[in-house]
């Protein structure tokens, strides 16, 4: 923490900061400058609530230095985290897709899309069976019976599946079915739900929150770490922007700088980014060659008949020409790394 | 809702949604124009999902013209609703002004600022028990017992309070004890949350979320207006945007729209959206200038020790200032309404 | 500036940068944290660019906290400014009002709006004859002929002028006939014509970009000051956000940081934060009860036929409504420095 | 144009708009809905102005259908633009590499860093000699020398250049040296350049507002083409968002959107768009995965003495990894290409 003091602070105003520091056990320096005192806080263990000082008299600006995070920071855990769910590897090396449609909504939809997505290449099954709606009015998702139908197309179809929850209350009936938890955006900051995953026995993917900083998206994940729960996945989904020509503008320096500060690994849904069919690809193309560690993708055999996002949901055939590109562009990046190996 | 179509759509392609239109119940009038042409969606009751039209070849753009909203909209519903809680009036008419710490943190320190923030001329006492923090390190609120503390407040000292809710497993126990419940940022799209909310015997208090549209903060009211509880107070809390001399921006716009729109009260949280003392007085003024009911407001004795939120808290001599000051703002509007009755 | 090193930055990384900051005549401190670390930056004059730490190798961050701007703030100029302009005040204590059309359209026009609005008690008037408008194909100005309508209604009504420039060619001619010269929102950082500005003889009135920070567009009003012109008052006019249900978002907090930070005027133009006349009278109001040392806005008496900005210009007999709300507002501020005075 | 009116509209309100659509020679297509008429205005040519219908008793909102821009439209010309610099082709099927350092600040730098780019693979140099500045108090650029300098490095080491205009002013000197001219984003709107751009006879880049809407930069664009200058190569270099970790948002979905609906060449800022160098790799990657047809990228040999933009310039090796990279995608779809045309 830095604390900037305003250009005519008295010397009284500076002691007491000061003073203020030590009481709390920290060290202080104060640092003369041309215009202003500062004054450094030294020896915290951990980040320090700005705020104390703010409020003092005198006081300008209270600058974090030490980030609020520490597990999910590379600097705690300096090696990449891989996760695996049953034999797909998630994380630095590995590019996983995962695809389905928007809703679980029969078993005969669920399984015709998870076959086609599985010939396509995709390494997991998406679907939802508790869906979180803007409208009470709209279709909220099978429940239980679409769990049900998840199990199934993993017992018979040999593909680890993938969906979300929504609440505290149906999160031991979905930890029961899944491979892998879904947290949606709007729940990012839902800390009870958060502590929960922290007690989970599966892999939490972790949505960032529709207009969350890196801080807070890392602070979230922090909860489940803290929990005892290692396995989380961040999912990066377009933030809420002005643009009116997509949905949400996906953040594509998210991906670098994720990796560059923590070990976890980050896929992106190119699907809730776009929201319109025509741009899925190209953001999909686009977050693998920023080296994210795979995608989610909603697909859907009849997408003008989806219950819920029908307009972003590829077909098949769409589906597998994405496959195939994102593979052609994840080969570069193998490639280089065998050649620097061979060196 | 109204398609558009692209202007090289063929005659093959607007029959088509011609169809699918009547086959889902509902009129099309196809509407030639100068480029291209239109095809109008009639007689439906409520919206229609725009993205079955959005797949379909020669569609360039589906418009919703219904608004997916129903009871919160003052089409529907077109008094003002009037929320009374206990001797307190919220709505139309009223000012009603909510004071208190971020968070009760101890028997003593919660009386006193009730203490204070009522002389001052506070209708209610708000105080968190539970805290949503984006650090799972901080201060988490007192739970059940900083609820005894607000349940004696309203006893000794004879004002309402209203307090947060986290989650389904603790709403029982919130609503217990709180005369009124808030539903925090964070969680405006905790769907469990609202559904349960709508069961509640209790008034809510739904805050806007962080990057929430106002259709989508109505959709939120209207889970727990469907849900059977019909008194919603809205509160505008500022939106997240680029700036960074406040830590949020209060959308004064929200108020008029809102007013206009809905027959919901909204009050206004300037404390959340300055994030700074220094900005929360001119922004309560500015607030009830634009016709606000009422506001929320934190104060804290001593801020600079404060557990949460200390930057941003007023002392109770500012609290003082600020009700005197939107009192007399209030007083024009009050005195102007006289004089048009008198008419 | 305070250089953050990350955590296992070496010696001879810290070494570097202290030379580095040494070799450019400052004086470095080095101070030990708990995980890392920082080196102050002490008695530099002025800001200094961070990015030429950045490219250092062991830098993680480097903090600025000397204000990049001067001669705006009031750091370095303590009392308020007050400008005149022919009988009308601008600043501290005083309220002004500007209004008019959008557009000077014809003579008549002109003069029929400027009548009414100075009945209600506008102080200056405004009208564009040269428009900046986003198509080519719409009306763009009257130009000199607009211009020249301005001066007429100085000198027949009475009232002083303000109307935009928008290019370095066309200044000498708006300076000849304007009394203020308005710089818009899409050339905040048009620095050829800041530039020349700051040799202007008229006040300058500067509006904030569309998603300008404040410490942009304080530097924007620092270019003017430093050519010379220290007449400069500044206009907030909303920012972009994702907000839909009005034109921009207005920043009300934008007014007690400004007033706070510098010593120049501020007043607000809510016409083109709201883009819809429903919304510009709360909105007015908003900005004067939040201390706006005036406003600007747009009239029209006859919206319908407005050659632009129809949908935002206010009728007559609104804009003598908000005359009349706001100057109430005004008056508590006013009584309530004449009773501290006597105290 | 599609005019909603209120549920509560009148007959009467609504014949008035029926019959000021006829009065300004459009046809007028009331279509009777569930809950409310709406109008359609039909046989217009180009947009219509929705502030005239807004402004009407009864009406609730003027939705455009019709798109404002024209010449810019892939409508009106379906044909991709490709543009021609001496030997260098812009537009679809090509990928361009323009690189250099932010400003030309000697001879001798420019020309280092413009051998290295060329021998790296850059098509273009790019160096500004009129530097946009946020502070009047930093480098501004070194005038005609740096043209000068840009004209030799053409010269003597054959590749064209690409540098900014600012103003009206200087615009013949800049387009007498240069190859293409840049308008910058803080120019976007600068109507009087974009009408003397729309004279030149060298190509434009025109570079994204900061918060520009796609819509609005087309229109800027139409500016150029209205004019008479046919060629101009749209670049997209991040928007503004409430983000910390990068300096704008880089908005991938402009790429498909804008390669969609327009002719006109998209080429990619990822310099801008970063702010750090760390970034600048992964997001040119990206741009080209989604199929920009080129990069604008900021390099310079000495990076820690840059007299600007030094945070977010590659080093020369950095940008030789750079062009190897990109043009390893690019050739996937060389290669997809053959394949299709083969069938």
Same sequence: chains 1, 2, 3, 4.
């Avoid at 009481?23 to 806080?41: F, H, N, Q, T």
Wanted: aromatic share 6%; charged share 25%.
């Amino acid at each position: 923490m830095l604390i900037v003091m305003h250009q005519k602070a008295t010397q009284d105003q500076v002691d007491k900061v000061v003073n203020e520091i030590k009481a709390r056990g920290y060290k202080a320096l104060p640092i003369p400058g041309g215009d202003r005192v500062s004054i450094g806080v030294l020896y915290n263990k951990g980040a320090i609530d700005p705020t104390i000082f703010i409020s003092m008299p005198g006081v300008k600006e209270a600058i974090p230095i030490t980030r609020p995070y520490k597990q999910v920071s590379r600097e705690f855990h300096s090696e990449d985290t891989i996760i695996r769910v049953g034999d797909v590897f998630i994380g630095e090396g590995h590019m996983v897709i995962m695809a389905g449609p928007c809703a679980v909504e029969s078993e005969k939809q669920a399984i015709t899309i998870a076959e086609k997505v599985k010939q396509c290449g995709a390494h997991m099954f998406r679907g939802g069976a508790f869906k979180p709606r803007t409208s009470p009015y709209t279709f909220q998702g099978m429940g239980e019976e679409g769990l049900k139908i998840l199990a199934k197309i993993r017992r018979e179809i040999g593909i680890p599946v993938v969906t979300e929850v929504m609440d505290y209350e149906s999160f031991d009936m979905v930890e029961h079915y899944a491979d892998m938890i879904q947290i949606g955006t709007r729940n990012m900051q839902n800390f009870s739900l958060l502590k929960r995953a922290g007690k989970a026995k599966k892999p939490i993917l972790l949505k960032r929150g529709m207009s969350a900083t890196i801080d807070e998206w890392f602070m979230a994940a922090e909860y489940i770490l803290e929990g005892g729960n290692r396995e989380v996945i961040l999912c990066e989904r377009g933030v809420r922007t002005f643009v009116r020509h997509s949905r949400n503008t996906l953040d594509i320096s998210a991906i670098p700088y994720v990796r560059n500060e923590s070990h976890l690994p980050i896929i992106v849904d190119p699907s809730h980014a776009a929201g319109r069919r025509e741009q899925v690809i190209p953001l999909s193309r686009a977050a693998i060659a920023a080296e994210a560690h795979g995608l989610i993708v909603e697909v859907h055999h009849e997408p003008e008949n989806a219950l819920s996002d029908g307009a972003q949901s590829l077909y098949p055939e769409q589906f597998d020409l994405l496959c195939r590109q994102v593979r052609d562009i994840f080969g570069i990046f193998e490639k280089q790394h065998k050649e620097e190996q061979l060196r």
